[in-house]
């Protein structure tokens, strides 16, 4: 048993081969280790390696051009990633199934961006509209799939929650930060809570103005899954930090929205 854990969690090791993620993943079943940190540790080593710490405005930056450059570790990307493909995630727990995602969508998203570096912005990569979202750039269960199927028609639909749009990054500066870690089930619900904080309290997920206040068009692509305007200002004001806090209890309201389209480099 311990050996066939081994084997398994190896699969998606740092230093797992291209051979071993098939052997381990081939038959749909899930690792063990993919409920767990080590499952992901091949991304959070990526991660830790090439995501800054926060700027004054709270973004934190991702070194593509670094990443293109280091041919080893990009290449324990595309293994961590065509591993994660061979996996049955549904018959992971909730929060493990939460954690697959966004770690694999996040992944790919790094990996798109790497694989046509020197880019202005992730809509260059297609359509102005659609960019490589409908594109069927991963595997689930080896079968290939999108990155809209992942955030819209597995992690929206399946496990509806707002912070869903905390975790997923879209290497925009616009979007919530890309963090120093992979997502980990035993984790999941503080670490995007405190993911929902960092961005609200930016001035890329709210501002304050003279009229009241702009925030980012995330809060109105997907205004359903924050129940509205009402909703909405309520779960800012849940995070908002004094001086935010204070303006919505003074009467302040959502005026305008915004997004930047920039790479997050």
Not at 22 to 47: C, D, E, K, M
Not at 115 to 124: G, T
């Amino acid at each position: 048993m311990k050996r066939s854990i081994l084997i398994m969690t190896a699969a998606l090791s740092f230093a797992a081969a291209p051979s071993m993620a098939q052997t381990s993943y081939g038959s749909g079943t899930p690792a063990p280790a993919a409920q767990s940190a080590s499952a992901h540790v091949a991304f959070t080593n990526i991660l830790q390696k090439y995501v800054s710490a926060p700027d004054g405005q709270g973004l934190t930056h991702f070194n593509y051009s670094g990443l293109k450059a280091h041919i080893a570790d990009k290449a324990a990307l595309d293994r961590y990633i065509d591993g994660l493909g061979q996996v049955n995630p549904a018959s992971l727990p909730d929060n493990a199934q939460i954690a697959f995602y966004a770690n694999l969508y996040n992944a790919v998203t790094v990996q798109v961006i790497v694989d046509n570096y020197p880019v202005s912005s992730i809509r260059k990569l297609g359509p102005l509209t659609t960019g490589p979202w409908k594109k069927k750039l991963l595997k689930i269960k080896g079968q290939p799939a999108s990155l809209n199927d992942v955030e819209h028609e597995i992690l929206r639909k399946q496990f509806p929650s707002p912070y869903i749009h905390y975790m997923v990054n879209c290497a925009s500066v616009g979007c919530p930060n890309l963090f120093g870690k992979a997502w980990e089930a035993s984790t999941l619900q503080e670490k995007r809570k405190a993911a929902a904080a960092a961005y609200i309290n930016s001035p890329r997920g709210v501002q304050i103005t003279p009229k009241g206040l702009k925030i980012s068009s995330i809060y109105k692509w997907f205004k359903e899954d924050f129940g509205g305007k009402a909703g909405t200002l309520k779960h800012i004001r849940q995070y908002a930090g004094p001086e935010l806090a204070a303006a919505i209890d003074n009467g302040a309201k959502v005026v305008d929205y915004g997004y930047d389209w920039s790479l997050n480099e």
